[in-house]
């Protein structure tokens, strides 16, 4: 039903900012709470940022004051602004879609979240 494609990842320097965006197709998630997360290699999925249906955010520790989470129902997009990038953000970033509809609860664990994208890669050399 619904698709996510992720795109904004690339190469940078540290110190420098990218934005990532998550666009949904076949179906609207207006109504439905999306999450970042990123994977870098021999790690677990982890947790990155998520803005409910309802537009609170929330972030993991590492990220605070430099990513910003962003959404446009109209367009059916998710941002992530990530500013002050270090070489320990390198990963592929995926968003998703919440399994449950209106949500009273922000997840923040891959289990909770019912579609995902394909991912984009983040690459922060020093």
């Known amino acids: 039903q619904v698709q996510l494609v992720e795109s904004g990842g690339g190469l940078v320097q540290a110190g420098e900012s990218l934005r990532l965006s998550c666009a949904a197709s076949?179906?609207?998630?207006?109504?439905?709470?999306v999450g970042w997360f990123r994977q870098a290699p021999g790690k677990e999925r982890e947790f990155v940022a998520v803005?409910?249906?309802?537009?609170?955010?929330h972030y993991t520790d590492s990220v605070k004051g430099r990513f910003t989470i962003s959404r446009d129902n109209a367009k059916n997009t998710v941002y992530l602004q990530m500013n002050s990038l270090k070489p320990e953000d390198a990963a592929v970033y995926y968003c998703?879609?919440?399994?449950?509809?209106?949500?009273?609860?922000?997840?923040?664990?891959?289990?909770?979240?019912?579609?995902w994208g394909q991912g984009t890669q983040v690459t922060v050399s020093s």
């Open positions: 998703a879609v919440d399994s449950v509809r209106r949500n009273i609860v922000i997840p923040t664990t891959p289990p909770r979240y019912s579609v």
């Open positions: 803005i409910s249906w309802n537009g609170n955010r």
């Open positions: 076949g179906r609207t998630f207006t109504g439905y709470t």
